[in-house]
């Protein structure tokens, strides 16, 4: 993890806050609170009663080091990061640390997943400055928001080569009284740097070119990298990172490469039986500590069971597999019990923390599993839980500052439901709903626990991102509770999450919603209303997934290099604004919305939709074809463009089931270039609306009074036909 130093690197920028924030004669809380107790994020509320005297970022913080001509100390993490809880417990909680701060600086605190735009920046310049990054993200800067010193976690006192806040504070505010114009100058360097990271990142490369040999280059990466004992990709820590498998299937599906299959099959296998699971509660956890997907980092993300819900979903698609749907179906149950809100939308995360420690909510001792277990089912049960979970005496999680055992265990399995049953001779039915018991006992008994926080911000970027999940789980498993989930969430996200002037916002909580959108906010909400469309055919998504992409290209668009910039340009804060190009977590903001361009330019013969996605992926090809396997989102989107692909438009009377042979014939299998629009003639509204969206379409009517399909390639459709087995053929 990076300290943090003192550059010479530079840029300067002033930037007007567009929040309002009460001054302190207005604050009304309790005494001891800071003014952090009027803010709606949980991470922000989590440290509203520290005695650092914390700001939340906005003009009144910088106008108060400007008068008092004193350094800004800007710290960001969020609700759920277990090292941010760490670095409240060991400085921020301590007066002596707290004392400095409030006399040598004026402290910041910032969510990182409220203002991902203002993080973008601020971890750019701690990767230049230390050459690496994480959270809590440490930056101090000047009152014109020019950072001279970026680190990550400091605790108290320092030790081992890390300097602690002891040390660290006095150091610089010693050189900010004594050497303050190399700190303007470093303050000044390190944001031109950015920028220059920012011009080379996006450049235009005119002999870069993206064709199939990209794709095989990316395949060809990934494969070179992956764990064949335990899948996934590298050495520990291992992270999901779900759109490296989604790419990995539509090459196989593109090659016929079997072992592209078996590498996303074998690491959502190992995910799912190892501790990143929640063999208890279901859902993941957000990455494993080591390379066998045994010891996790607790939290639970959002983001995370939605793109791995996608993933296997489209395993299940490829294989058939009823395991690969159960996992799926796991996912779906966990975010719809722990991270539904009541008005439909999805809550962020949950915590990794509990009763003051990381895991302690999810992890048992050899006594507790067998009581509990013992008592209600009996001892041959608890025999059976330790031998499926793979329980210690000695347990098989360590104290994280010891490294000490602590007798706990993280529940895993080694084998599948089958060889356990074979090992066990008796049926996998019978051994399931044996563990199915037990599951259940120990989930009774979890509840009565301390669970971890809530992080229960509603944020539009990943609600589209589990909005596109759910709809494509309820279209492929024939669920329309799944599909009827997802199309509340998008109601909730298009009426609540609005600003007067129609514009989305990012952050919904306690009542409120605030904060511009990115463009990660209308990108993935396009994703999610086509995914709706695709499940639906109700043209109300795909105008609505149109709104989205014009509002991405009027509010975000480069003009001059293409490609979409993180933040709209009226939000006046931010020092640079930045295009995320790289995947990390979650798929990049262009990526995401090339895919989303080029879908509806299959979907709408637009030529204009066309003609963006065709710029969006002429910008990438530079950054991309360096390093295909960085850039997987946009290699699914690559593999869409590179075709072959087929517009297929399905023409009905009214509403009757003539479509559904048609429907469910396309469904079987996985098809992640095809495109399907729904026409429904006569009385029903749906085809004029349909002809409006999608003009191609409306020549096309039923034959004979019968459901009739049109199969296009390049909008340049085949003879017409009344059957479903003529349709397939077609396809081929």
């Given amino acids: 993890m990076a300290h943090g130093c003192l550059v010479a690197l530079g840029a300067q920028g002033t930037f007007d806050s567009p929040h309002e924030r009460m001054s302190d004669d ?132 320092g030790g081992g080569g890390r300097p602690g806040m002891m040390e660290l504070l006095p150091r610089l505010s010693g050189l900010w009284r004594d050497r303050r114009s190399e700190l303007i100058e470093s303050g000044a360097a390190a944001l031109a740097a950015v920028r220059e990271v920012e011009t080379r990142g996006f450049a235009s490369d005119p002999d ?80 494993a500590t080591d390379a066998r997907w045994l010891v996790p980092h607790f939290e639970k993300m959002l983001y995370d069971q939605a793109l791995l819900l996608m993933a296997y979903v489209e395993l299940w698609r490829v294989t058939g597999r009823d395991e690969h749907r159960r996992v799926a179906e796991e996912i779906i149950e966990y975010a719809l019990r722990d991270l539904r809100d009541a008005g439909g939308a999805f809550y962020s995360a949950e915590d990794a923390d509990s009763e003051g420690r990381e895991g302690a909510f999810y992890v048992w001792t050899r006594e507790e599993l067998d009581e509990r277990i013992g008592t209600e089912l009996g001892e041959g049960e608890a025999a059976l839980a330790r031998r499926v979970f793979q329980i210690e005496t000695r347990g098989n999680f360590a104290d994280e500052a010891t490294g000490v055992r602590t007798g706990e265990n993280i529940l895993h399995r080694r084998e599948s439901i089958e060889e356990l049953a074979a090992a066990l001779d008796e049926s996998p039915e019978s051994l399931s709903e044996r563990l199915e018991r037990i599951r259940i006992t120990l989930f009774r008994a979890r509840s009565n626990r301390e669970r971890p926080l809530l992080d229960d911000k ?29 199309e509340r969430a998008t109601r909730f996200i298009l009426t609540t999450l609005r600003g007067s002037d129609g514009r989305l916002l990012h952050r919904f909580r306690d009542g409120e919603a605030a904060i511009a959108a990115g463009a990660a906010d209308y990108a993935y909400m396009a994703w999610g209303l086509l ?48 295009k995320e190009v790289y995947d990390g977590a979650t798929p990049s903001a262009n990526a995401a919305a090339w895919l989303v361009l080029t879908r509806l330019g299959r979907l709408t013969a637009s030529p204009e939709w066309i003609e963006r996605a065709t710029r969006l992926g002429e910008a990438l090809a530079g950054p991309v074809s360096k390093n295909p396997s960085a850039h997987t989102m946009s290699l699914v989107a690559l593999d869409l463009t590179l075709g072959p692909a087929h517009e297929i438009v399905v023409v009905a009377n009214g509403r009757d089931d003539g479509a559904r042979p048609f429907l469910e014939a396309l469904n079987r299998g996985f098809r992640p270039r095809d495109s399907i629009l729904l026409r429904r003639v006569g009385e029903d509204a749906n085809a004029a609306r349909l002809d409006r969206l999608a003009p191609f379409t409306a020549g096309h009517d039923v034959v004979d009074g019968t459901a009739t399909v049109y199969v296009c390639a390049d909008f340049a459709c085949q003879r017409p036909t009344s059957d479903a087995s003529e349709m397939l053929r077609l396809l081929i």
């Fill in 26 to 157: 207005d604050r009304t809380a309790d005494a001891s609170a800071n003014r952090l107790i009027h803010e709606k994020s949980p991470y922000l509320l989590q440290h509203a009663y520290n005695p650092v005297d914390w700001y939340p970022w906005g003009e009144e913080a910088f106008e108060r080091a400007s008068a008092a001509d004193l350094p800004v100390f800007l710290s960001i993490g969020y609700a759920t990061c277990h090292w941010c809880h760490v670095m409240e417990r060991e400085s921020f909680e301590d007066d002596e640390v707290a004392a400095l701060l409030n006399e040598q600086f004026v402290p910041i605190k910032l969510d990182r997943e409220e203002r991902p735009d203002l993080d973008g920046v601020y971890m750019t310049v701690c990767q230049l400055m230390t050459g690496s990054g994480g959270w809590p993200l440490t930056v101090v800067m000047t009152p014109d928001k020019q950072p001279f010193f970026a680190g990550t976690y400091f605790p108290k006192h």
């Fill in 208 to 287: 870069a070119r993206l064709d199939a040999r990209t794709l095989e280059r990316g395949f060809d990466e990934l494969s070179a990298r992956f764990d064949e004992t335990q899948g996934g990709f590298g050495r520990a820590p291992k992270f999901p990172t779900p759109h490296q498998l989604l790419f990995l299937l539509r090459w196989h599906h593109r090659s016929g490469d079997e072992r592209a299959l078996h590498m996303v099959e074998k690491t959502l296998v190992h995910m799912r039986r190892g501790g990143v699971f929640d063999h208890v509660g279901y859902g993941f956890h957000r990455y």
């Fill in 458 to 486: 509603v944020l539009t970027d990943w609600n589209g991102l589990i909005i596109a999940a759910l709809a494509q789980a309820g279209r492929a498993f024939d669920e329309p509770e799944y599909v009827a989930v997802a």
């Fill in 531 to 578: 995914d709706l469309y695709t499940a639906t055919f109700d043209p109300v998504w795909l105008e609505g997934a149109i709104e989205m992409a014009e509002n991405l290209i009027e509010r975000f668009w480069d003009e001059g290099a293409a490609g979409v910039f993180n933040a709209d340009a009226d939000q006046l804060d931010v020092p640079v604004r930045q």
